[in-house]
Structures are given as C-alpha cells and as structure tokens.
C-alpha cells in the first residue's frame, strides 16, 4: 500500500503526539508537518502544498481556527484531501466544512477507527 504524506493541524501537543503515533503504526500515512494555529498551518500548507496527500484540521486552535485554515487550503493548488478531526463535530459544523473543502468530519472521541479506515481507504485509491 502506497504511504500517504499528511500535514496534521493540532494545537494540543499530547494529542498531536498520539494522533502521529498512531496514523504512522496503523496506516500507511507519514506525517511530514504539522502546526499549531492558523496562520502556521496556512504557511506549513503553502511550503507542502504539492507534496501532501491528506490534511488533518483540528477546528479550535491556539490562534485562529481550522475554518480559517479550511478556507485558505480552497484557494491553494492542492491534491491533498482535508479532513476535520475535532471535538465539536455537530451537525452545522460538519455543515460548514463540508461546505469550506472537507471531505470528512471526525469526533476525535469517537471517531478515530473511521479515520484509520478513511486513511487505509485514501492509500488505496
């Protein structure tokens, strides 16, 4: 299975740590980035754009948002797939990134197996 080059936007360290641990020991993905707020995201994504294959948006970050982050990634010439994994996956949220170029919303609380599986799927393809 082709490995998946991913950016991942997380404000929370712990959770960046466990999230990198493990997307990289239970799918074919290598994280080569990652930020903690919006504006470092935006910049991490300009420099990775052509490289990348999946983005992984936290909404709520230290600065800024990852709707703001979701909003910039839709003027830029990327192929990656984005996907919201946050804690605050209501329906108007999904809404709303849906609408601003994600492909998926995942419940960080409940929605990690289906993140793996989005991730094995999108190496597949």
């Known amino acids: 299975?082709?490995?998946?080059?991913?950016?991942?936007?997380?404000?929370?360290?712990?959770i960046l740590s466990n999230l990198v641990a493990t997307l990289e020991e239970l799918t074919s993905v290598r994280i080569v980035?990652?930020?903690p707020s919006e504006?470092?995201?935006?910049r991490g994504l300009h420099e990775h754009a052509t490289?990348?294959?999946?983005?992984?948006?936290?909404?709520?970050?230290?600065?800024?948002?990852?709707?703001?982050v979701l909003e910039?990634?839709?003027?830029?010439?990327?192929?990656?797939q984005r996907v919201v994994l946050s804690n605050f996956a209501t329906p108007e949220v999904r809404r709303r990134c849906l609408a601003l170029g994600a492909a998926e919303v995942f419940d960080k609380?409940?929605?990690?197996?289906?993140?793996?599986?989005?991730?094995?799927k999108l190496a597949e393809a």
Do not use: H
């Not at 910039?72 to 990656?80: L, N, W």
């Not at 609380?109 to 094995?120: E, K, P, T």
């Open 72 to 80: 910039a990634a839709q003027g830029m010439q990327m192929r990656a």
């Open 51 to 68: 490289d990348l294959d999946l983005v992984i948006v936290d909404l709520f970050l230290a600065a800024g948002s990852g709707l703001g």
């Open 33 to 35: 980035g990652s930020a």
């Open 109 to 120: 609380s409940r929605d990690l197996d289906a993140l793996i599986d989005y991730c094995d």
């Open 39 to 42: 504006e470092a995201a935006v």
């Open 1 to 14: 299975m082709p490995t998946l080059s991913a950016f991942i936007v997380e404000d929370n360290p712990t």
